[in-house]
């Protein structure tokens, strides 16, 4: 989790924003994604070779981003990327991972009917 004191953020590790919702966090909360062959693959290692791309592992933000088509600009890369292996990848992780930003708003909404 990112916190800010005064301008100042302070963070325990590497913080990356999420081509979906454009949040903030730590690298560790979020997925690597790469392009092979054109299509859009999730890199849980971490290892795979070439531009890298940071996800929620959360399939609300995986279809704001392909509704924003962040994708292509993400990849600096021309045209539609197929997703469908990410998408795959979340749909064996869950519907909602915790620590997704889409799950901190609802335990919000819960504490907090205004």
């Known amino acids: 989790m990112v916190r800010r004191r005064g301008s100042v953020f302070t963070h325990d590790g590497p913080v990356r924003t999420c081509i979906?919702?454009?949040?903030?966090?730590?690298?560790s909360e979020l997925l690597r994604v790469v392009v092979v062959d054109?299509?859009?693959?999730?890199?849980?290692r971490r290892r795979l070779p070439g531009r890298g791309a940071w996800l929620h592992p959360d399939e609300g933000?995986?279809?704001d981003?392909?509704?924003?088509?962040?994708?292509?600009?993400?990849f600096r890369v021309q045209g539609p990327l197929d997703a469908d292996r990410v998408r795959e990848h979340?749909?064996?992780?869950?519907?909602?991972?915790?620590?997704?930003?889409?799950?901190?708003?609802e335990a919000r909404k819960q504490v907090d009917p205004s």
């Open 61 to 63: 933000c995986l279809r």
């Open 90 to 105: 979340l749909g064996q992780l869950g519907k909602q991972v915790v620590g997704s930003p889409h799950d901190r708003q």
């Open 65 to 74: 981003a392909e509704k924003r088509r962040a994708f292509p600009r993400a």
């Open 20 to 27: 979906g919702c454009r949040a903030r966090t730590l690298s």
């Open 38 to 44: 054109g299509a859009v693959v999730p890199d849980t």
